[in-house]
T-cell receptor
């Protein structure tokens, strides 16, 4: 398997809901990333996991909670989101951490917060 | 932290002509410079990358040049085709990717 997969493709949630985004890769990559992308903007880094440990948190609000249960899976737990959190959430992985390995992106989850 | 500027923000070229997109970066420690293509509603896809020990890299119709002294790098697409129409992002990385603001490239048939 040479792809990063993400579920769900689309998610609509209210501000009081709790939901989770899921990302999976079976390429043996040891770094995984969450990005947020607003319309007509570049991806913005949120979190980096290196060898299943959180290594970078870009001062993301606590209503976003990442989790890396194993080397192939990455989750993003969502709680009490705001309408401005509506965006495309992209997961990526790279063979090694450190920023100089190619990052492969998943198709994203398009999130709408009502 | 790293700051990446990208120009132009939009670019229209006639099919068959060349397109050039330019980026500058601020952190002299950056040593990895990928270019991603993102079609509407799709994921960013790597099209070419270059590392700081190389000045130029080519892959068929696509080439990237890097000037570390001036802290700028450029994407060159020759013999453009309609399927080249997309948003292109440059990025620079000392330890994490920072993306440029993107260039919307339109190929006019």
């Amino acid at each position: 398997d040479t792809e990063v997969t993400q579920t769900p493709k689309h998610l609509v949630m209210g501000m009081t809901n709790k939901k989770s985004l899921k990302c999976e890769q079976h390429m043996g990559h040891r770094a995984m990333y969450w990005y947020k992308q607003k319309a007509k903007k570049p991806p913005e880094l949120m979190f980096v996991y290196s060898y299943e440990k959180l290594s970078i948190n870009e001062s993301v609000p606590s209503r976003f909670s990442p989790e890396c249960p194993n080397s192939s899976l990455l989750n993003l737990h969502l709680h009490a989101l705001q309408p401005e959190d509506s965006a495309l959430y992209l997961c990526a992985s790279s063979p090694l951490p450190g920023g100089t390995d190619t990052q492969y992106f998943g198709p994203g989850t398009r999130l709408t917060v009502l | 932290g790293e700051n990446v500027e990208q120009h132009p923000s939009t670019l229209s070229v006639q099919e068959g002509d060349s397109a050039v997109i330019k980026c500058t970066y601020s952190d002299s420690a950056s040593n990895y410079f990928p270019w991603y293509k993102q079609e509407l509603g799709k994921r960013p896809q790597l099209i070419i990358d270059i590392r700081s020990n190389v000045g130029e890299k080519k892959d068929q119709r696509i080439a990237v040049t890097l000037n570390k002294t001036a802290k700028h790098f450029s994407l060159h697409i020759t013999e453009t085709q309609p399927e080249d129409s997309a948003v292109y992002f440059c990025a620079a990385s000392p330890e994490k990717l920072t993306f440029g603001t993107g260039t919307r490239l339109t190929i006019i048939p």
